[in-house]
């Protein structure tokens, strides 16, 4: 009963989302997460990340940032044999770039996934990279305000003029199980020392591979 409690406790503290038929295991060097695709509400963006898992373009790449109680980022590197330097994966399936889904109404909450926008989109193609959020991070959501809207900044009270645009990173699914996965690779040391990657783990976390289990890819 004690484990049950536990397993019921651990499911309700994970966002809701709306059922969806597509999940993908995401294989790591430390343990699996299984994780919901919204097709239905970032239908563009969950594509491009089967898309990228069929053709095994995250397959042995690493987590080359992890901020403690911010996000796990990964998919867009591999590791050199030679040196450990984090090199850029330009995925062999070519995904056409599209407009990105932030604005889809899907939050960046704790056990969320979203997509980046890093190396591939620069190259006219849909990013590759993905990330976990550690927690609820709104600051990292699409924002547009209808009126001119006071906000706090690290200068003090800013005025932000009515029609401004503030962009955000598209959530396309949630974790379901192996949450605690995701949290052990949070708390690995990092490195400070290779910039422009000061977030990259000193012990090496690797995606092995991303298996869809949907038969409907």
Same mark, same amino acid.
């Given at each position: ?11 309700? @503290? ?72 984090? /090199?850029?994966? /330009?995925?062999?399936? #070519? ?18 996934? @979203?997509?980046? #926008? ?12 993905? %990330? ?38 598209? *959530? %396309? ?5 192996? /949450? ?24 090496? *976390?690797?995606?092995?591979? *991303? #298996?869809?289990?949907?038969?409907? /890819?």
């Amino acid at each position: 009963m004690r484990i049950l409690a536990a397993l019921l406790a651990a499911a309700a @503290a994970l966002p809701a989302f709306a059922a969806s038929p597509h999940h993908a295991v995401i294989e790591t060097s430390i343990g699996n997460v299984t994780v919901e695709l919204d097709a239905k509400n970032a239908p563009k963006t969950v594509s491009a990340f089967a898309a990228y898992a069929k053709a095994g373009a995250y397959d042995n790449t690493a987590f080359h940032r992890v901020v403690k109680d911010f996000v796990v980022q990964g998919g867009e590197y591999t590791l050199c044999a030679d040196n450990g330097e984090p /090199w850029p994966v /330009w995925p062999s399936v #070519r995904v056409a770039r599209f407009a990105p889904e932030e604005g889809n109404g899907l939050r960046n909450r704790r056990a969320t996934i @979203a997509m980046t #926008r890093g190396n591939a989109s620069r190259h006219g193609m849909a990013p590759n990279g993905f %990330f976990f959020n550690l927690r609820d991070n709104d600051f990292l959501d699409y924002r547009r305000f209808e009126s001119d809207t006071p906000v706090a900044t690290p200068r003090g009270p800013q005025v932000v003029p009515a029609g401004t645009e503030i962009e955000g990173y598209a *959530v %396309f699914g949630r974790v379901v199980s192996g /949450w605690e996965v995701v949290e052990r690779i949070a708390q690995v040391p990092v490195t400070r020392s290779r910039p422009p990657h000061e977030h990259l783990p000193v012990t090496p *976390v690797l995606v092995k591979r *991303v #298996r869809l289990l949907s038969a409907q /890819w």
